[in-house]
Protein backbone atom coordinates (compact mmCIF):
# COMPACT_ATOMS: atom_id res chain seq x y z
CA UNK A 1 0.00 0.00 0.00
CA UNK A 2 1.37 3.49 -0.90
CA UNK A 3 1.69 5.84 2.13
CA UNK A 4 -1.91 7.76 1.58
CA UNK A 5 -4.40 4.74 0.89
CA UNK A 6 -6.75 5.58 -1.83
CA UNK A 7 -9.87 7.26 -0.58
CA UNK A 8 -13.15 7.71 -1.90
CA UNK A 9 -15.02 11.12 -2.58
CA UNK A 10 -18.10 10.79 -0.39
CA UNK A 11 -19.79 13.69 -2.62
CA UNK A 12 -19.39 12.37 -5.68
CA UNK A 13 -20.63 9.17 -4.58
CA UNK A 14 -24.01 10.25 -3.37
CA UNK A 15 -24.35 12.37 -6.29
CA UNK A 16 -24.03 9.39 -8.57
CA UNK A 17 -26.47 7.92 -6.90
CA UNK A 18 -29.15 10.13 -6.97
CA UNK A 19 -28.64 10.56 -10.35
CA UNK A 20 -29.02 6.90 -11.15
CA UNK A 21 -32.12 7.85 -8.94
CA UNK A 22 -33.62 10.32 -10.70
CA UNK A 23 -33.39 7.77 -13.59
CA UNK A 24 -36.91 5.78 -13.63
CA UNK A 25 -37.65 7.56 -10.67
CA UNK A 26 -40.74 6.05 -8.65
CA UNK A 27 -41.53 7.55 -5.48
CA UNK A 28 -38.44 7.45 -3.44
CA UNK A 29 -37.68 4.29 -5.18
CA UNK A 30 -36.99 3.46 -9.21
CA UNK A 31 -38.78 1.36 -11.63
CA UNK A 32 -36.42 0.38 -14.15
CA UNK A 33 -37.34 -3.55 -15.08
CA UNK A 34 -34.38 -5.00 -17.31
CA UNK A 35 -34.32 -3.29 -21.08
CA UNK A 36 -36.46 -1.40 -19.85
CA UNK A 37 -35.84 2.44 -21.45
CA UNK A 38 -34.68 4.04 -17.51
CA UNK A 39 -32.55 0.76 -18.00
CA UNK A 40 -30.98 1.27 -21.48
CA UNK A 41 -30.44 5.32 -20.22
CA UNK A 42 -28.66 4.00 -16.96
CA UNK A 43 -26.28 2.12 -18.73
CA UNK A 44 -25.84 4.52 -21.43
CA UNK A 45 -25.05 6.68 -17.66
CA UNK A 46 -22.17 4.64 -16.74
CA UNK A 47 -20.58 4.62 -19.95
CA UNK A 48 -20.18 8.33 -20.16
CA UNK A 49 -18.53 8.40 -17.02
CA UNK A 50 -16.06 5.62 -17.79
CA UNK A 51 -13.36 8.20 -19.15
CA UNK A 52 -13.24 10.08 -15.99
CA UNK A 53 -12.35 6.46 -14.72
CA UNK A 54 -9.58 5.34 -17.63
CA UNK A 55 -11.54 2.68 -18.41
CA UNK A 56 -13.30 2.07 -22.15
CA UNK A 57 -16.28 -0.24 -22.42
CA UNK A 58 -19.08 -1.01 -24.17
CA UNK A 59 -22.78 -3.12 -23.76
CA UNK A 60 -22.71 -6.47 -25.07
CA UNK A 61 -24.92 -9.12 -26.85
CA UNK A 62 -26.59 -9.67 -23.37
CA UNK A 63 -26.32 -6.32 -21.90
CA UNK A 64 -24.00 -6.29 -19.52
CA UNK A 65 -21.91 -3.33 -19.78
CA UNK A 66 -17.68 -4.58 -19.70
CA UNK A 67 -15.06 -2.44 -19.20
CA UNK A 68 -11.56 -2.41 -19.91
CA UNK A 69 -8.43 -0.18 -18.13
CA UNK A 70 -5.66 0.75 -20.08
CA UNK A 71 -3.39 0.89 -17.08
CA UNK A 72 -0.61 -2.04 -16.33
CA UNK A 73 -0.60 -4.18 -13.73
CA UNK A 74 -2.93 -6.48 -11.78
CA UNK A 75 -6.85 -5.79 -12.46
CA UNK A 76 -9.55 -6.33 -10.29
CA UNK A 77 -13.31 -6.87 -11.34
CA UNK A 78 -15.68 -5.17 -9.63
CA UNK A 79 -19.73 -4.43 -10.27
CA UNK A 80 -23.22 -5.31 -9.27
CA UNK A 81 -26.30 -4.70 -11.35
CA UNK A 82 -28.45 -0.94 -12.79
CA UNK A 83 -31.90 -2.72 -13.37
CA UNK A 84 -34.35 -3.05 -10.38
CA UNK A 85 -37.28 -4.98 -9.44
CA UNK A 86 -40.62 -3.17 -10.25
CA UNK A 87 -41.24 -0.58 -8.46
CA UNK A 88 -38.70 -0.98 -5.85
CA UNK A 89 -35.57 0.93 -4.15
CA UNK A 90 -32.60 2.78 -5.51
CA UNK A 91 -29.56 1.37 -4.01
CA UNK A 92 -30.21 -2.32 -5.07
CA UNK A 93 -27.77 -2.78 -7.55
CA UNK A 94 -26.92 1.37 -8.01
CA UNK A 95 -24.28 1.06 -4.98
CA UNK A 96 -22.70 -1.42 -6.37
CA UNK A 97 -21.90 -0.11 -9.21
CA UNK A 98 -21.15 3.44 -8.38
CA UNK A 99 -18.78 2.15 -5.44
CA UNK A 100 -16.79 0.61 -8.57
CA UNK A 101 -16.95 3.12 -10.89
CA UNK A 102 -15.64 5.31 -8.16
CA UNK A 103 -12.91 2.50 -7.11
CA UNK A 104 -11.75 3.15 -10.85
CA UNK A 105 -12.03 6.84 -10.65
CA UNK A 106 -9.23 6.73 -7.75
CA UNK A 107 -6.96 4.20 -8.14
CA UNK A 108 -7.01 3.59 -12.33
CA UNK A 109 -6.02 7.62 -11.74
CA UNK A 110 -3.38 6.60 -9.10
CA UNK A 111 0.29 5.98 -10.60
CA UNK A 112 1.17 5.06 -6.86
CA UNK A 113 -0.89 2.04 -7.16
CA UNK A 114 0.03 -1.07 -9.49
CA UNK A 115 -3.13 -2.08 -10.86
CA UNK A 116 -6.65 -1.11 -12.11
CA UNK A 117 -10.26 -1.57 -11.32
CA UNK A 118 -12.73 -2.58 -14.19
CA UNK A 119 -15.92 -2.12 -13.94
CA UNK A 120 -19.07 -4.49 -14.79
CA UNK A 121 -22.95 -3.70 -14.27
CA UNK A 122 -24.31 -7.22 -14.99
CA UNK A 123 -27.82 -7.69 -17.00
CA UNK A 124 -30.55 -8.94 -14.91
CA UNK A 125 -29.84 -9.74 -11.62
CA UNK A 126 -33.06 -9.18 -10.37
CA UNK A 127 -34.33 -12.16 -12.37
CA UNK A 128 -36.78 -10.79 -15.31
CA UNK A 129 -35.87 -12.49 -18.08
CA UNK A 130 -34.44 -15.43 -16.28
CA UNK A 131 -31.33 -16.20 -13.48
CA UNK A 132 -28.08 -13.74 -13.19
CA UNK A 133 -28.43 -14.34 -17.51
CA UNK A 134 -26.07 -11.39 -17.62
CA UNK A 135 -22.99 -13.17 -15.03
CA UNK A 136 -23.70 -16.18 -16.21
CA UNK A 137 -23.20 -15.44 -19.77
CA UNK A 138 -19.81 -13.74 -18.80
CA UNK A 139 -18.70 -17.39 -17.21
CA UNK A 140 -20.05 -19.56 -20.27
CA UNK A 141 -23.04 -20.90 -18.63
CA UNK A 142 -25.70 -19.70 -20.70
CA UNK A 143 -26.65 -21.18 -24.08
CA UNK A 144 -28.25 -19.35 -27.19
CA UNK A 145 -31.01 -21.73 -26.81
CA UNK A 146 -31.49 -20.64 -23.48
CA UNK A 147 -32.12 -16.66 -24.48
CA UNK A 148 -34.04 -17.83 -27.22
CA UNK A 149 -36.71 -19.43 -24.03
CA UNK A 150 -36.30 -16.45 -22.42
CA UNK A 151 -39.10 -13.86 -21.74
CA UNK A 152 -40.22 -11.13 -19.42
CA UNK A 153 -41.71 -12.24 -16.50
CA UNK A 154 -44.37 -9.01 -16.40
CA UNK A 155 -44.68 -8.51 -19.90
CA UNK A 156 -44.21 -11.62 -21.94
CA UNK A 157 -41.98 -10.08 -24.39
CA UNK A 158 -39.25 -12.34 -25.21
CA UNK A 159 -35.66 -11.59 -24.84
CA UNK A 160 -34.59 -11.97 -28.44
CA UNK A 161 -37.42 -8.97 -29.00
CA UNK A 162 -35.84 -6.87 -25.67
CA UNK A 163 -32.43 -7.03 -27.14
CA UNK A 164 -33.60 -5.71 -31.15
CA UNK A 165 -35.74 -3.04 -29.32
CA UNK A 166 -32.52 -1.94 -27.01
CA UNK A 167 -30.13 -2.25 -30.57
CA UNK A 168 -28.11 -4.97 -29.34
CA UNK A 169 -29.25 -7.72 -31.30
CA UNK A 170 -25.91 -9.83 -33.12
CA UNK A 171 -23.36 -7.66 -30.85
CA UNK A 172 -21.37 -10.49 -29.50
CA UNK A 173 -21.54 -11.92 -25.52
CA UNK A 174 -18.34 -11.21 -23.43
CA UNK A 175 -16.88 -13.80 -22.16
CA UNK A 176 -14.44 -13.38 -19.30
CA UNK A 177 -10.32 -13.71 -20.53
CA UNK A 178 -9.63 -16.42 -17.65
CA UNK A 179 -6.77 -14.96 -16.01
CA UNK A 180 -6.95 -11.44 -16.60
CA UNK A 181 -8.36 -10.22 -13.20
CA UNK A 182 -7.65 -11.15 -9.85
CA UNK A 183 -10.82 -11.34 -8.39
CA UNK A 184 -14.26 -10.11 -8.23
CA UNK A 185 -15.84 -7.84 -5.69
CA UNK A 186 -19.14 -6.73 -5.15
CA UNK A 187 -20.82 -3.97 -2.77
CA UNK A 188 -24.49 -4.37 -1.55
CA UNK A 189 -26.90 -3.09 0.74
CA UNK A 190 -27.49 -5.82 3.40
CA UNK A 191 -31.55 -6.14 2.41
CA UNK A 192 -31.83 -7.54 6.48
CA UNK A 193 -31.64 -6.19 9.72
CA UNK A 194 -27.94 -7.62 11.20
CA UNK A 195 -25.79 -4.59 10.56
CA UNK A 196 -28.82 -2.11 12.09
CA UNK A 197 -29.34 -4.31 15.10
CA UNK A 198 -25.66 -4.20 16.17
CA UNK A 199 -24.95 -0.73 15.23
CA UNK A 200 -21.81 -2.21 12.59
CA UNK A 201 -21.10 -0.33 9.20
CA UNK A 202 -19.76 -3.46 7.35
CA UNK A 203 -20.59 -6.78 6.92
CA UNK A 204 -17.57 -8.78 5.88
CA UNK A 205 -19.78 -11.64 3.07
CA UNK A 206 -18.60 -15.33 4.22
CA UNK A 207 -20.89 -17.13 1.54
CA UNK A 208 -23.65 -16.68 -0.40
CA UNK A 209 -26.97 -19.42 0.35
CA UNK A 210 -28.08 -21.97 -2.22
CA UNK A 211 -31.75 -21.96 -2.18
CA UNK A 212 -33.34 -25.06 -3.26
CA UNK A 213 -36.76 -25.21 -4.10
CA UNK A 214 -39.57 -28.15 -4.17
CA UNK A 215 -43.06 -28.79 -5.15
CA UNK A 216 -45.38 -30.88 -3.23
CA UNK A 217 -48.02 -31.97 -4.88
CA UNK A 218 -51.23 -34.28 -2.44
CA UNK A 219 -53.67 -35.94 -4.54
CA UNK A 220 -56.63 -37.23 -2.63
CA UNK A 221 -60.58 -37.24 -3.75
CA UNK A 222 -62.72 -35.05 -5.60
CA UNK A 223 -65.97 -34.93 -4.44
CA UNK A 224 -69.31 -33.15 -2.85
CA UNK A 225 -68.55 -30.51 -0.18
CA UNK A 226 -72.29 -30.85 1.35
CA UNK A 227 -72.56 -34.98 0.87
CA UNK A 228 -69.49 -36.28 1.44
CA UNK A 229 -68.91 -37.58 5.12
CA UNK A 230 -65.91 -36.00 6.81
CA UNK A 231 -64.48 -39.72 7.51
CA UNK A 232 -65.30 -40.85 3.83
CA UNK A 233 -62.49 -38.00 2.60
CA UNK A 234 -59.52 -37.84 1.41
CA UNK A 235 -58.66 -34.28 1.12
CA UNK A 236 -55.49 -33.32 -0.15
CA UNK A 237 -55.73 -29.71 0.94
CA UNK A 238 -56.02 -30.92 4.68
CA UNK A 239 -53.21 -32.86 4.31
CA UNK A 240 -51.18 -30.07 3.10
CA UNK A 241 -51.71 -27.85 6.03
CA UNK A 242 -50.57 -30.69 8.27
CA UNK A 243 -47.55 -30.81 6.82
CA UNK A 244 -46.99 -27.00 6.79
CA UNK A 245 -47.67 -27.19 10.46
CA UNK A 246 -45.31 -30.31 10.70
CA UNK A 247 -42.21 -28.80 9.28
CA UNK A 248 -42.96 -25.76 11.09
CA UNK A 249 -42.54 -27.78 14.78
CA UNK A 250 -39.66 -30.61 13.08
CA UNK A 251 -37.64 -28.05 10.75
CA UNK A 252 -35.68 -26.08 13.98
CA UNK A 253 -34.44 -29.39 15.17
CA UNK A 254 -32.88 -29.97 12.50
CA UNK A 255 -31.65 -26.49 10.62
CA UNK A 256 -28.94 -24.10 11.05
CA UNK A 257 -28.45 -20.86 12.92
CA UNK A 258 -29.15 -18.90 9.85
CA UNK A 259 -31.49 -21.76 7.75
CA UNK A 260 -34.76 -19.89 6.59
CA UNK A 261 -37.53 -21.83 4.97
CA UNK A 262 -40.76 -20.53 3.10
CA UNK A 263 -43.98 -22.00 2.03
CA UNK A 264 -44.52 -19.33 -1.34
CA UNK A 265 -47.60 -20.98 -3.00
CA UNK A 266 -50.26 -23.30 -2.26
CA UNK A 267 -52.74 -24.05 -5.04
CA UNK A 268 -56.25 -26.21 -4.47
CA UNK A 269 -57.46 -27.49 -7.05
CA UNK A 270 -60.19 -27.08 -8.46
CA UNK A 271 -60.40 -24.28 -5.66
CA UNK A 272 -64.03 -23.67 -5.00
CA UNK A 273 -66.42 -23.26 -1.94
CA UNK A 274 -68.22 -26.40 -2.35
CA UNK A 275 -65.99 -29.13 -3.44
CA UNK A 276 -63.87 -30.96 -1.59
CA UNK A 277 -60.29 -30.30 -3.93
CA UNK A 278 -58.92 -33.69 -5.59
CA UNK A 279 -55.18 -32.28 -5.53
CA UNK A 280 -53.15 -29.58 -3.48
CA UNK A 281 -49.64 -28.33 -4.43
CA UNK A 282 -47.13 -25.95 -2.77
CA UNK A 283 -43.85 -24.74 -3.33
CA UNK A 284 -41.56 -24.53 -0.90
CA UNK A 285 -37.96 -22.75 -0.66
CA UNK A 286 -34.92 -23.69 1.95
CA UNK A 287 -31.79 -21.35 1.69
CA UNK A 288 -28.61 -22.40 4.07
CA UNK A 289 -25.02 -22.11 3.17
CA UNK A 290 -24.40 -25.34 4.53
CA UNK A 291 -25.37 -28.67 2.19
CA UNK A 292 -25.50 -31.09 5.05
CA UNK A 293 -28.18 -29.21 6.62
CA UNK A 294 -29.47 -28.89 3.63
CA UNK A 295 -29.98 -32.71 2.70
CA UNK A 296 -31.17 -33.61 6.35
CA UNK A 297 -34.13 -30.78 5.99
CA UNK A 298 -35.00 -32.47 2.34
CA UNK A 299 -34.89 -36.04 4.23
CA UNK A 300 -37.10 -34.79 6.87
CA UNK A 301 -39.08 -33.13 4.27
CA UNK A 302 -39.67 -35.84 2.13
CA UNK A 303 -40.21 -37.85 5.73
CA UNK A 304 -42.86 -35.59 6.84
CA UNK A 305 -44.96 -35.41 3.59
CA UNK A 306 -45.10 -39.24 3.43
CA UNK A 307 -46.29 -39.53 6.79
CA UNK A 308 -48.77 -36.43 6.62
CA UNK A 309 -49.83 -38.18 3.26
CA UNK A 310 -50.19 -41.45 5.25
CA UNK A 311 -52.27 -40.20 8.01
CA UNK A 312 -54.78 -38.07 5.47
CA UNK A 313 -55.35 -40.97 3.18
CA UNK A 314 -53.79 -39.45 0.15
CA UNK A 315 -50.78 -39.89 -1.69
CA UNK A 316 -48.24 -37.31 -2.34
CA UNK A 317 -45.32 -36.32 -4.72
CA UNK A 318 -42.14 -34.29 -3.52
CA UNK A 319 -40.07 -32.57 -6.66
CA UNK A 320 -36.75 -30.58 -6.14
CA UNK A 321 -37.43 -27.75 -8.46
CA UNK A 322 -33.59 -26.17 -8.11
CA UNK A 323 -30.42 -26.78 -6.09
CA UNK A 324 -28.19 -24.23 -5.30
CA UNK A 325 -24.88 -24.89 -4.72
CA UNK A 326 -23.91 -22.22 -1.40
CA UNK A 327 -21.07 -19.88 -2.98
CA UNK A 328 -18.14 -19.77 -0.69
CA UNK A 329 -16.58 -16.09 -0.54
CA UNK A 330 -12.28 -16.19 -0.87
CA UNK A 331 -10.86 -15.93 2.30
CA UNK A 332 -8.42 -13.25 0.99
CA UNK A 333 -10.75 -10.54 0.12
CA UNK A 334 -12.78 -11.34 3.28
CA UNK A 335 -9.17 -10.42 5.00
CA UNK A 336 -8.64 -7.48 3.27
CA UNK A 337 -12.46 -6.30 3.55
CA UNK A 338 -12.17 -6.87 7.14
CA UNK A 339 -8.52 -5.07 6.90
CA UNK A 340 -10.47 -2.02 5.46
CA UNK A 341 -13.20 -1.59 7.58
CA UNK A 342 -10.53 -1.98 10.78
CA UNK A 343 -8.73 1.13 8.90
CA UNK A 344 -11.85 3.00 7.55
CA UNK A 345 -14.69 1.88 9.66
CA UNK A 346 -13.23 1.79 13.37
CA UNK A 347 -13.78 -1.99 13.27
CA UNK A 348 -17.40 -2.01 13.19
CA UNK A 349 -18.00 -5.08 11.14
CA UNK A 350 -18.87 -8.31 10.85
CA UNK A 351 -18.62 -11.81 9.22
CA UNK A 352 -21.93 -13.00 7.54
CA UNK A 353 -23.33 -15.00 5.20
CA UNK A 354 -25.77 -13.57 2.27
CA UNK A 355 -29.25 -14.75 2.69
CA UNK A 356 -30.16 -13.08 -0.66
CA UNK A 357 -28.40 -14.58 -4.53
CA UNK A 358 -26.04 -11.81 -6.02
CA UNK A 359 -23.78 -11.95 -9.28
CA UNK A 360 -20.43 -12.59 -6.89
CA UNK A 361 -21.82 -16.28 -6.17
CA UNK A 362 -21.98 -16.71 -10.14
CA UNK A 363 -18.48 -14.76 -10.79
CA UNK A 364 -17.02 -16.73 -7.81
CA UNK A 365 -17.04 -20.42 -10.14
CA UNK A 366 -14.43 -19.35 -12.08
CA UNK A 367 -12.10 -16.48 -9.82
CA UNK A 368 -12.10 -15.70 -6.38
CA UNK A 369 -14.41 -13.35 -5.37
CA UNK A 370 -15.47 -11.29 -2.24
CA UNK A 371 -18.29 -9.19 -1.29
CA UNK A 372 -19.56 -6.29 1.43
CA UNK A 373 -22.83 -5.22 2.69
CA UNK A 374 -23.89 -2.09 4.08
CA UNK A 375 -26.71 -1.29 6.46
CA UNK A 376 -30.27 -1.39 5.41
CA UNK A 377 -32.72 1.25 7.31
CA UNK A 378 -35.02 -1.23 9.00
CA UNK A 379 -33.74 -4.11 6.63
CA UNK A 380 -35.84 -3.27 3.66
CA UNK A 381 -35.25 -4.28 0.20
CA UNK A 382 -37.20 -5.02 -2.71
CA UNK A 383 -39.55 -2.16 -1.94
CA UNK A 384 -39.24 1.57 -3.08
CA UNK A 385 -38.66 2.79 0.72
CA UNK A 386 -35.57 0.82 0.49
CA UNK A 387 -32.70 3.19 2.07
CA UNK A 388 -29.45 3.59 3.81
CA UNK A 389 -28.33 6.39 5.72
CA UNK A 390 -25.72 9.10 3.62
CA UNK A 391 -23.02 8.51 6.09
CA UNK A 392 -22.91 4.54 5.76
CA UNK A 393 -23.04 4.96 2.08
CA UNK A 394 -20.19 7.29 2.24
CA UNK A 395 -18.35 4.96 4.93
CA UNK A 396 -19.33 1.83 2.67
CA UNK A 397 -17.80 3.26 -0.24
CA UNK A 398 -14.18 3.90 1.78
CA UNK A 399 -14.01 0.60 3.36
CA UNK A 400 -14.59 -0.49 -0.56
CA UNK A 401 -11.91 1.41 -2.37
CA UNK A 402 -9.55 1.06 0.65
CA UNK A 403 -10.07 -3.05 0.26
CA UNK A 404 -9.55 -2.71 -3.67
CA UNK A 405 -6.48 -1.05 -3.05
CA UNK A 406 -5.11 -3.56 -0.67
CA UNK A 407 -6.20 -6.48 -3.03
CA UNK A 408 -4.41 -4.83 -6.04
CA UNK A 409 -1.41 -3.95 -3.90
CA UNK A 410 -0.76 -6.89 -1.99
ZN1 LIG B 1 -29.19 -6.63 -6.08
Redesign the pocket.
Known sequence: MPDTPPSADGARVLADLNALRAIGAYKSGVHKPTFSEPHLRSLQWLLARLPDAGLTGAIDGIGNVLTRAAKAGPKLLAG??LESQNYAGWL??PL?VVYALEAARVINLDPTIDGAVEVAAWCD??GHFGQFLGSRSYVGAVTDEEIDAARDRSSERSMRQALQDAGLAGRPRVKAEIGRHIGYIEA??E?GRVLERSGLKIGVVTSIVGIWQYRITFTGEQNHAGTTRMKDRKDPGLALARLCVELDERFPRASGPRTVWTTGRIALDPGAPSIIPGRAEMLFQIRDDNPEVIENLERLLRDSAAEVAARSRCSVEVTRLRSGVPALMDAGFQDAIEKASAVVAGGRSTRMPSG?G??AQILATIMPAGMLFVPSIGGI?HHWTENTADEDIVTGAQVFVDACGRLLTQ
Do not use: K
Request: hydrophobic content about 15%; glycine content about 14%; aromatic content about 0%.
Open positions: SHDGGEEHIQAHDS
